[in-house]
């Protein structure tokens, strides 16, 4: 069965320096997500990816993030300058069509990234 | 906040026993779906339920949906060991889903 693949499984890096977190999508799927979980928190929405342009993003997501659909199989997350409050869960998400009101259909999560700052 | 509070925050039980998760949230609704994340993995969708429905079963997995009230319910029958693990209702707003604060359900063998 198809899955959504991420790297690596556990970054650690220092305060201020940037990361680039790898996903690989379900390979025909459209929509690509990034969400993200503190230790003990819910997950949070950060930004959703479609036809090659950000089609939404939370206030999580500011001009420290960026993202990024390098060729037809990969999608990045970048930090730029991380801070301590950056350690969490980072999960890539695709789905098939979007998820909305009209068009219902699920979401296909990896298996996360763990970014440690210190 | 488009979502509201699951309850339980966490739940024990012995296996075989039932396991019953409560969900509530703010907006109006297309549907509402149930994730299930094992430690330290990512989310696997379990059901999704259409506002339109009041009830859905998927195997072992029982979810009412009451839109009067805002709330879901998941149900677990016949848990196992294996059940283990944190349950999130998740609700859609435009592109993204929004997600509650999960049950930690922890199956007792």
């Known amino acids: 069965e198809p899955e959504v693949t991420q790297t690596p499984s556990h970054q650690v890096t220092q305060m201020g320096q940037e990361v680039i977190l790898h996903c690989v999508p379900i390979?025909?799927?459209?929509?690509f997500y990034w969400y993200r979980q503190i230790l003990g928190q819910k997950v949070e929405f950060l930004v959703s990816?479609?036809?090659?342009?950000?089609?939404?993003k939370s206030e999580i997501f500011d001009d420290q993030f960026s993202v990024e659909r390098p060729d037809g199989s990969n999608f990045t997350l970048k930090i730029r300058s991380t801070k301590l409050e950056d350690s969490a869960m980072y999960f890539c998400?695709?789905?098939?069509?979007?998820?909305?009101?009209?068009?219902?259909?699920?979401?296909?999560f990896g298996p996360g990234t763990r970014l440690t700052v210190t | 906040s488009q979502q509201g509070e699951e309850d339980p925050q966490a739940l024990s039980i012995q296996e075989g026993e039932n396991a019953t998760m409560n969900c509530s949230y703010k907006t109006s609704i297309n549907n509402l779906q149930w994730y299930r994340q094992n430690s330290g993995r990512g989310l696997v969708h379990l059901i999704l339920?259409?506002?339109?429905?009041r009830e859905k079963h998927s195997g072992r997995l029982r979810v009412t949906l009451d839109t009067s009230k805002k709330s879901s319910s998941l149900l677990i029958t016949a848990s196992r060991a294996a059940d283990t693990a944190s349950y999130f209702c998740a609700t859609v707003q435009g592109g993204k889903l929004i997600f509650g604060q999960g049950t930690e359900l922890s199956v007792k063998p």
């Open positions: 998400a695709s789905s098939a069509r979007r998820v909305s009101g009209r068009a219902i259909y699920e979401q296909y």
């Open positions: 339920i259409r506002s339109n429905e």
């Open positions: 990816f479609y036809n090659n342009e950000i089609s939404e």
């Open positions: 390979s025909n799927h459209l929509y």
